[in-house]
């Protein structure tokens, strides 16, 4: 079973900021938190990831809560072009490197 | 550079047939994996290669057998399949030896079986 637990969908107007919420209450202390998304057909991409601190790149900015029980990715102006399903996934970098994928949230841009 | 490439893009095969899908990775990465996408659903870990040793099967029917010829290819060889294996097939490769192991994945391969 996955490990995180998502909001099914969510609308965002275009240019304003996304905030996609993603809870991983079992998370373990070796495992890394990791955002892709999926546009539609196509493989899924990388985001952004992070362990306890948050992150910013390019792309999004990673926000972990101090328990690392929940965290959110924050798209900072979206534009149509991100309109997609968004997969939060817990993952250890040892052992097997099992993923598993949970639902994802299917985010909607909108002009 | 992070490109993982898959070919065919697309494939069709009936039941009867044997085909093969490919994927390739030139990030220097020792770690290869098999997903299984059904439409409107997560992809499904299959195989996980691990320096061109098999290390996770996730009980993937034998109709499916994965082959890692060397550290930068993957192959996935299909044989006997039904319609309900019609899916996107998906490629990735990671690391393995970093502190974070980001997995990046290829266009995939849609696969229907008629």
């Known amino acids: 079973d996955a490990k995180t637990t998502q909001p099914t969908s969510m609308d965002c107007a275009e240019g304003r900021a996304a905030n996609l919420p993603c809870n991983h209450s079992t998370i373990s202390g070796n495992e890394y938190v990791y955002w892709y998304r999926q546009i539609h057909s196509q493989g899924p991409q990388y985001i952004i990831h992070g362990l306890k601190n948050n992150e910013t790149n390019e792309m999004a900015s990673l926000i972990i809560t101090e328990d690392r029980k929940s965290s959110t990715l924050i798209l900072p102006h979206a534009t149509l072009r991100d309109t997609a399903v968004y997969y939060c996934i817990v993952r250890a970098n040892t052992g097997g490197f099992k993923t598993i994928f949970g639902a994802g949230t299917r985010l909607f841009v909108k002009a | 550079d992070t490109e993982v490439t898959q070919t065919p893009k697309h494939l069709v095969m009936g039941m009867t047939n044997k085909k093969s899908l490919k994927c390739e990775q030139h990030m220097g990465h020792r770690a290869m994996y098999w997903y299984k996408q059904k439409a409107k659903k997560p992809p499904e870990l299959m195989f996980v290669y691990s320096y061109e040793k098999l290390s996770i099967n996730e009980s993937v029917p034998s109709r499916f057998s994965p082959e890692c010829p060397n550290s930068s290819l993957l192959n996935l060889h299909l044989h006997a399949l039904q319609p309900e294996d019609s899916a996107l097939y998906l490629c990735?490769?990671?690391?393995?030896?970093?502190?974070?192991?980001?997995?990046?994945f290829g266009p995939g391969t849609r696969l229907t079986v008629l």
């Open positions: 990735a490769s990671s690391q393995r030896d970093s502190g974070s192991d980001t997995q990046y």
